[in-house]
Every structure is written in C-alpha cells, then in structure tokens.
C-alpha cells in the first residue's frame, strides 16, 4: 500500500510561484515514474510533471513546459522503497488552479495510465 504525503508552498498568485513536495513509499518496484498529476473542475485530469524514479528522464505537461521544474530525492530504506518529488512552477496562471495530485505512472509522459497516491492538494491561482 503507498503512502504519500503532499505539501504546498509559495505565493499562489498570477505571476507567482508554487512549490510542491510529495514524500512516497510502498510502492511497487515496477512504477517507472513519479509527479503529479491535475485535475480540473470537470473532474478531467491533466499530466503535469514526471520524473523517472531514480534518473535523470523528466517530462513535463503540455501546460506547464518551459515554466516547471521536477526534482527528486531517491532513497531506498531497507525493505521498502521511497521517493520524494519536488514541483516548481513559475510564472503562474489563472489556468494552473485545480487539485494536485501526487501519482506514480507506469511510464514518464503516459498521463493516462497513473494510480492516485496522495489526497491532492487545491491550488486557486488568484489574479
């Protein structure tokens, strides 16, 4: 069973910045990849960013290109597995609101196929 733990930081304004963290662990040898993933309103999810658990492969969501930077601190305890990511995005938009959700992917840039890892956490970029 993953446990997973999200915190927020940064000034959530347009313009600003938001920093986000996501501690993991239990998962599974076989997740390739790390991030987040949002969604929206609608209930529709968007992928964000990913890391390749353990590499140097990012990718990141149309959305965000160019604006975000995925970061991770890989340590592997005895017996379990555990992987802390780290999301900045810059520059912020009204359009980057919604929740964010730390996810593990089967594979960095497959955003459909992702399991849910944490709560998520609501982000409302205010102009």
């Known amino acids: 069973r993953v446990q997973a733990v999200e915190s927020v930081g940064g000034s959530v304004q347009v313009g600003g910045s938001l920093n986000l963290s996501c501690t993991a662990s239990g998962y599974s040898d076989t997740v390739a990849c790390m991030g987040w993933q949002r969604r929206l309103p609608n209930g529709d999810s968007r992928g964000v960013a990913a890391?390749?658990?353990?590499?140097?492969?990012?990718?990141?969501?149309?959305?965000?290109k160019g604006r975000a930077t995925i970061s991770q601190d890989n340590t592997k305890k005895t017996g379990q597995l555990q992987n802390t990511v780290y999301l900045q995005i810059d520059n912020l938009k009204v359009e980057d609101s919604g929740v964010y959700i730390c996810a593990g992917f089967s594979a960095c840039g497959n955003w459909y196929d992702w399991d849910k890892w944490g709560q998520g956490i609501q982000v409302t970029v205010s102009s």
């Open positions: 890391t390749y658990i353990g590499g140097t492969t990012k990718v990141y969501g149309d959305s965000v």
